[in-house]
């Protein structure tokens, strides 16, 4: 069974990398005013009690502000703060273990680089979304593979399910990746790395409307 929550719209990855603990939770607030329809959070740095207090802190704010939130490959966060889900990477726990863990109604998103292959595979196992990328040159992962338009194109005409684009989006760049299929354009710096955040998130989300 796979989650009756969509996948779409503005994307951002909350990354601790960027976001200091004194700016997290008020960025995520600005960036969800300006239109992020789903949060992801993404922390590599911090001990398990600190991650356990921002990620819940996150879910309850985008439950009160209806947005999805997601956590970045650790499953057993996802299930102890009430996530809407998580999203797993080539080296996280199998999709199939995820779902037993966090139940059907769980969303699970899976990165599948740019391999349109490993998303077909991700669809038959009920993923919820899957994400391709990087599109364009990024400073968050500047040896990502590169993925190009026409995977996009592929992808939406043999996936029944949400597609996000990832790497180095812009809302110059962007509206090209919505015309060639994807459903999300997931985003860390170009929202959190801007001195306005609910006014970089607001130009992202323009271009779905």
């Known amino acids: 069974m796979v989650s009756q929550l ?3 719209g503005l994307y951002v990855i909350a990354d601790t990398h960027y976001l200091d603990d004194t700016r997290l939770i008020d960025a995520v607030a600005q960036a969800i005013a300006g239109g992020a329809r789903v949060i992801q959070y993404r922390d590599k740095k911090h001990a398990a009690t600190e991650r356990t207090r921002q990620a819940s802190e996150l879910a309850a704010l985008c439950r009160r502000r209806g947005a999805l939130f997601i ?3 650790d499953v057993a966060l996802a299930k102890e703060t009430r996530a809407d889900g998580v999203h797993l990477g080539r080296e996280d726990v199998p999709l199939a273990e995820a779902r037993k863990l966090l139940g059907a109604r769980a969303i699970i998103g ?6 349109l292959a490993r998303a077909e595979a991700a669809e038959k196992q009920e993923a919820d979304y899957i994400a391709f990328g990087r599109f364009f040159p990024s400073r968050t ?3 990502a593979v590169q993925a190009g338009l026409d995977l996009l194109r592929e992808a939406k005409k043999k996936l029944h ?4 684009a990832i790497g180095g989006i812009t809302p110059e760049n962007g509206a090209s990746l919505i015309a060639a299929g994807a459903d999300a354009l997931a985003v860390i710096e170009g929202v959190f790395g801007q001195a306005d955040v609910r006014n970089a998130a607001e130009r992202y989300a323009q271009l779905f409307k």
């Open 6 to 8: 969509h996948v779409a």
């Open 71 to 73: 956590v970045n490959d």
């Open 110 to 115: 899976v990165s599948c680089y740019n391999e």
């Open 141 to 143: 992962k500047p040896q």
């Open 161 to 164: 399910i949400p597609v996000v």
